[in-house]
């Protein structure tokens, strides 16, 4: 008995020490009561803001796609630039931003035979447009493609050497890519003498629109236009001493 009234004796006093304690915190919290509950309020708050926000974003996200299908669907360039500008750092933008700059690439080098200074201002374009979206460090599809179209992109525009280094980086940052193959071909291409050689040669060609037909009311025959120059065949030697005897594949599309 008299052991349990010890024991009796300690819990109470136990309890009567965490009850002084208690009351001195307590004591010590309540001046700052206020603050502590503005505290509260704002961490809830700000939870239900992160959860409305992150509410608002999945929505975006799936306008985001939907005005992107729109605009292939239509083949709008200039909805694809609204995607772009209105969901900035979403996937959509970066592939609409994608499709523009394979669209500038596509028409750049189909234009490079025949209005110099329009494929050139196409091809810088493209080359604005991958920079873009690489200033992003995306990784995967979008990564991959737009490293490869880079390259392509300064090789038609003739920076030969950058665009060696844009198809070496595509070999070092993606070795399983599907284009591997023909970065590899294109890396050998211009590492060759002979194909800087075709590109200067190229280079040195009078590319521009041909003139309208001129008036003709004598009824006389109007001058043929001429032909504008193909690339040298590969097996072919040099017929003006300018030509050089071998030309590179046209960059990979």
Known sequence: MAADRTHDTQDLAEGNDLASSTIDLAARLRPHLQTIGIALAVIAGGAVAWTLIAAQREAAAERSWDDCMAALSEQNPDRLDGVIRKYPGTPAARWSQMLLAETAITEGCQQLFGDRARARQRLENAVDLYTGILAERPGGLVGERAVFGLAKAREALGDLDDARRGYESLVEEYPSSAVRGLADQRIAALSRASTKGWYDWFE?????P???PAANPGGQPAAEQPAAPSPPDADAAPTDGGT?????AAPAG
Do not use: G, V
């Open 244 to 248: 050089p005897a071998e030309s590179p």
């Open 204 to 208: 040195s060609q009078d590319m521009a």
């Open 210 to 212: 041909p003139a309208p």
